[in-house]
Structure formats: C-alpha cells, structure tokens
C-alpha cells in the first residue's frame, strides 16, 4: 500500500522500510481483533448462560423465601429497585446538569467561575464511583441518619450522572448556530425565552441523546448502590424507605454464592441488564440519527 | 406564560448580583440565577465530597492504634482499631500499572487502526464497536472475570510459573488464577474504550497538510505516523492514558469480585492475593461496624485524593496542548 510505487522516476520504497510498514500494519490489525475478542466473549457468556434462566418466573417473582440453594426465584424486586433510582437520580441530574451546561454556554462563556466549573466537571467525570458511594454513606446515612434507602443511592448514582449529561449538553448547545439566537434577540425576545423556546428546543434531540447515554452509564454502577442502597431479597416499592434490590446489586450478591442455581440467576440478570443497556444505546442513536434540522 | 411563573429553583441567594441581562425583566434575572445557581452546586457536590469524607475519617485517624500509611493490618473494628493503607495501596497501583501497560499500546493500536487502516465507511461503526466494550457494565465483567476468565487465566499462569517462574514476578507458590494479573487483564479490558476513544480523536485532529507533506516525501503508511501523527498526538496519548489509570484506580466490582484477597504485600502477581481500595471497601463494608465505615471511608479518601491528581495532571495536559496548536 506504499503510496509512491507508481512513480518510476524514484527508485522505489526499500525493502526494509516495507517489511516496517507491513510488520506495523499487522500489529495494528491485531490489536483491533484483541479488543473484539473480551467483547465477544463477554456477549456470548452472557447471552449463552443468561438464556437458562431467562424465563417469565425470573421477572414476575423476588428471592423472598428462596433458600440459598435452592432454584427458581428471580430479579423482579431487582429490576423495579433499578427502574426507581434510576428515574430519581435523573430527576436530580438532568436539571442542574442541563442549567449548568445552559450557564457554560450562554451566560459564562469566558468567566471565571466557568473556567473553573468546566474544569470540575472534567475531574468530576473521572470521579470512581465508589467514593460517590461513600459519600453519600458519609453525608447522608452516618452525618444525617437515614437509613438505606433508594433515594440514597439515587442521589449517589445523579453525582454520577451530572458531568456526562452537562457534557453531553454543553456539547449540543455550542452547535446552535448563533444566527437563530440574534434573530430572537432582534426580535426583542428577552434572553430567557430565547433560550428555552429558541437553542433548547433546536438542541433538544441532542441533549436526549447524552442523557440517555448517562442513564445507561449509571444503570450499571454496582459499588455506590452496595454502599447506600444495600440488598434484600424482597420487594420493596418505596424507594425512600428501607433497603432495595438493583440488577447490578443483584448479580454481584448471586455471584457470590456458590451453586449453580444463584450463578444461572447472576447470568440471567447480566443478560436483563445488557438488554436494558443496549436498548437505551440504541434508542439514544437512533434518536441522534433521526435529528433534523428544525423547521417552522 | 408570563415570565414571573418561571420558578427553577436552585439558590435565589445570589440576588443583585446578576448582570444586567437584556430587558432586565423579572424572567432573565431568574432564568441566569438559576443557571449560574446550577452551576455553583455542581462546586459545591465536589467540595461537599472532600468535606464530608474527611469529616468521617478524622475520627477513624485519630482511633487507628497503627501507622495509617504504613501498616498492612485491617482490623478497624477491634477493640484496640489497627489498620494501615499500605497493602492496599500496594495492590491498587500495581494491578493499574500492569492494567495500563497491556492497554495502552492495544488502545492506540485500535486507534491508529480505525483513524488510519480501516476502511473510511466502516471507521465510525468500527468505533462504536469498541464503545461497546465500555457500555458493558463492571459487575458484568466480574461475573465474567469469575466464572469464565479466572480458570483460564489459572492454566495461564501454571504454564507462565513452571516454564517461567525464574523471572521473580511469576514466582513464588501455588498459583491461581484469581491473582492480581487477572485483576489487571480484566482492568486492560475495561479501560481500553477510553483510551482508545481519546486517542483516535487527537488523531483525527492531525493536520492533513502535515499528512500529506510526509507523504508527499515519500514516507510509508508508518513513517507518515511516526512522524507526523505520533508526534502531534503525543500528549494527548499521555493523557488519554492516565484518565484510563484513573478509571483502573477506581474501578470497584470488577476487582472485588476476581481478585481472591490475602493479606500481605506480594510481587507474585500470579499468586492469588492482594487488595485494593475499593475492592477493600466493597468487600468488607458489610461486616464493618461503627470505626470499620470510618476507617473505610479514610481509605476511599486516599482513593479519591489521588485520581483526582491523576486526572488533573491529564487534564492540565490536554489543556497544555489546546495552547500550542
């Protein structure tokens, strides 16, 4: 693939330098296909042994009851415990993740206390989660005084959840173009109004997109929910009140016992949470891809 | 809708100070409070996080019978508490340096792969193929790293320690396969996405005037790389690669659930053993009592203090970069 074989009046390329161009065109192609094969791996497991227990009792039924070797039972509790923090930990990011991205972009530009919020966000991104965990544990549970709870470990998982949706907005916000907003503002539309009728709107596919990809980041998230959240086998609606179950509590409390039954029902949660995930991958890009310019 | 009816929250503390914005109505200066409020809170989690965590810890420091950095102990919970982070220290950087020396050059293998060999309709899928790998949750590879990947990586390491167990780090008895290399393998995994992902975006911002004037020399497909991409994009690899450290640091569940832990600080990284922060943190916080969550949260405080050095440093070096280009 030498580019300048085609040139006769050059000698051509010499063997050394090609034999270095096709040795290092191997190894890239290689470590492509060392990155496929943990995924396919990963994928088929978890398809292959989920299957086994995939079944209508594992999402109509809890493990209330369900003696440590025994089989049947299933995620019910799991999966509304998950659906419930999820749903309150976005109603605490999306808000002030969208507000402060809306400040990043239309009111700061520039400032001071942008720079410096910017730069947080991107520490805030890297933050492990664990420590969101322990300091919801620290705050909340020891300082405060509530017990485990839902809400506990929703407040955890929207610590999570903030820089990526601000990034992701901010991102979306910047792309409107600046005409729409000088046309609202020659209309003598306040500032206000032309932002949240004008660039929110034009941003608003966008925005959906990066949440929905911060969802599906923190619907995985294991260590703060064991700190906050902690386990039980039994159905809890109330998220405000006493221990709930989440899917990737779940897995990692079934993982942990030792026969084959809990095993197939840490797979099968596995193959129930991967669903979830990638629906809401695939949703968020399709949501991106059907984007259209706005029309009036 | 008139523009008093919009309540959003947040603080209304700041008040006056707000600038004149536009027609000065009621509704700007709420809508700019509001946003600037949001924006303050988001400062305010991170110093709530560093506050609330030493607060908790103090009382645990000050109870700790032992030298908290140097002892290996855990037993915060006995009458007389002893526990040091030194092992787990230990444990935490040596699974994340192995971690970070399998993935970096994998990840910018993948990166040169997709920014420069594959074929141009394919490169965006073929990125997306790699993010999947991170929308993978972290329990998931445990449970994977447990079930299926730890008696694999036990035959590895046999063959490793019998044909090469005169290299000091393969030594040492009964080897297993939830060791702290599997630890690190199953890290590599989780952290290649985002190296990935950084880099082949410092590669797609490579001038193609520089491109094309090395190829244009003559240069091969590699030499035009090596000397016009990997240069340019150097700090932006270095970077790309401590946020993959930072993410290894922390990386809990995963962790907790490969690594059989054993007391002591260990070279053999193909013995079952070892311990990390948070793996430490997951795995004992439910039997901890009252100094136990103390002492845990002390620890998850040094946790916490040094990715956020790590992530400093590769953030202040991609902001180093966006002033010279």
Known sequence: MSTLNHQPALSGVSAGRKVKDRVVQVLVYVAFLLALIPLISVLWTVISKGLKRFDPEFFTHSMNGIGANDAGGGAYHA?????EQVLLASVIAIPIGVLTAVYLVEYGRDSRLAKVVSFFVDVMTGLPSIVAGLFVLAFWLLLLGFS????????????LMMPTVVRAAEEMLKLVPNDLREASFALGVPRWRTICFVVLPTAFTGIITGIMLAIARVMGETAPLLLTVFVTSAINNSPFQGPQMALPLYIFDQAGRPNDAAINRAWAAALTLIVLIMLLNLVARLIARLRKPVSR | MTSDTLEQGATGALGGRGRRLGTGRMGDRLFGISTRGSAIVLLLIIAAIAVFLIAKAVPALKADKANFLTSQEWNPDAAEPRFGILQLAFGTLMSSLMALIIATPVAIGIALFIAFYSPRRL?????????????????????????????KMASVANFLHDDFG??????????GGQSLLTAAVVLAIMILPIISSISREVFLQVPQANVEAALALGATRWEVIRMAVLPFGRSGMV??????????????????????????ISLHILRPGGNTFAA???????????????????SGLVLFVITLIVNMLARAIVARRKEFV
Do not use: C, H, K
């Open chain 2, 166 to 175: 005169w290299i000091p780090l393969f030594g040492g008895d009964s080897v």
């Open chain 1, 79 to 83: 999966i509304i415990g998950t659906v």
């Open chain 2, 280 to 298: 430490n943190i997951a795995n004992t916080f439910g039997m901890a009592g009252n100094m136990g969550r103390g002492a845990l949260i002390a």
């Open chain 2, 123 to 151: 490169a965006s899928g073929l990125g997306y193929v790699v993010d999947l790998l991170a929308a993978v949750p972290s329990v998931v590879y445990g449970l994977w790293g447990l079930q299926f990947f730890v008696p």
């Open chain 1, 148 to 159: 485990f709870s839902g809400f506990a470990g929703a407040m955890a998982l929207s610590i």
């Open chain 2, 239 to 264: 970077s790309a690669a401590m946020l993959g450290l930072g993410r290894a640091l922390g990386e809990t569940i995963a962790v907790a659930m490969v690594l059989s832990t054993a007391a002591g």
